[in-house]
């Protein structure tokens, strides 16, 4: 069955440094990726979409670029803030095994410092 | 706003009982989902709905149930053969077309056995 695989946490950075959360996933057939964020005590919000090889999404500076041959949706920031505190989830949806259903990672929790 | 709201935000549930999780939407999606989230763990699909009156199990569903008599309303019943039912529940509501279909989540409500 499809699987995502995250880097495990926590990260912990000091503001302005770079970001990388690593994700990389198995699956059947050709699925869209999606990284979400979760803030303490709240639900997941998009963060970012891609849908087929080479895409690349983008949102509050946030990058992650869908790459087919490394079956792999890395997501980078180039300067964090404190602000950027959270928990990142790397999911897949939209391949045979899980029409319209999101398969997640673990996530992984950033903790940014002034 | 448009948007997806849960109730109660925290629920406090004696063993043996029953419990009931709201979930309403105002987005005119016409798919949703129930979801479970553990410390530490990412999200596991419990139930979904793709159409009013429908609805399939997810990965996770012994314990619990659901219906979809309305398309704004998926209410999530927690039962007393959920073994250790106490986790963070988030529902997520989708247009339902499919892949690459983005899902949308509410603010989720913490359940706790005492």
């Known amino acids: 069955g499809d699987s995502v695989t995250q880097m495990e946490g926590p990260v912990t950075l000091s503001e302005e440094a770079f970001l990388t959360i690593n994700c990389t996933y198995t699956?059947?057939?050709?699925?869209?990726l999606f990284w979400y964020v979760q803030y303490p005590g709240e639900g997941l919000q998009l963060l970012l979409k891609?849908?087929?090889?080479?895409d690349k999404g983008s949102n509050k500076g946030f990058e992650a670029t869908y790459r087919k041959e490394t079956t792999s949706f890395h997501l980078e920031k180039g300067s964090v803030q404190v602000s950027d505190s959270a928990v990142y989830f790397c999911?897949?949806?939209?391949?045979?095994?899980?029409?319209?259903?999101?398969?997640f990672g673990a996530g992984t929790q950033v903790v940014v410092t002034p | 706003d448009g948007g997806i709201t849960q109730s109660p935000k925290y629920l406090f549930r004696k063993e043996g009982q029953n419990v009931t999780l709201s979930c309403e939407q105002n987005?005119?999606?016409?798919?949703m989902y129930w979801y479970r989230q553990d410390p530490g763990q990412g999200l596991r699909l419990i139930y979904y709905?793709?159409?009013?009156?429908?609805?399939q199990k997810g990965d996770i569903a012994e314990g619990y149930s659901v219906s979809r008599e309305k398309k704004e309303s998926f209410p999530l019943t927690v039962t007393s053969a959920q073994k250790n039912p106490t986790a963070f529940y988030l529902c997520?509501?989708?247009?339902?077309?499919?892949?690459?279909?983005?899902?949308?989540f509410g603010p989720g409500t913490r359940l706790t056995v005492l």
């Open positions: 997520a509501s989708s247009m339902g077309q499919g892949f690459s279909d983005t899902q949308y």
């Open positions: 709905s793709q159409i009013v009156n429908d609805f």
């Open positions: 987005l005119n999606h016409d798919a």
């Open positions: 999911a897949l949806s939209g391949t045979t095994d899980s029409w319209g259903k999101l398969q």
């Open positions: 699956a059947t057939g050709y699925p869209s």
């Open positions: 891609a849908t087929k090889a080479d």
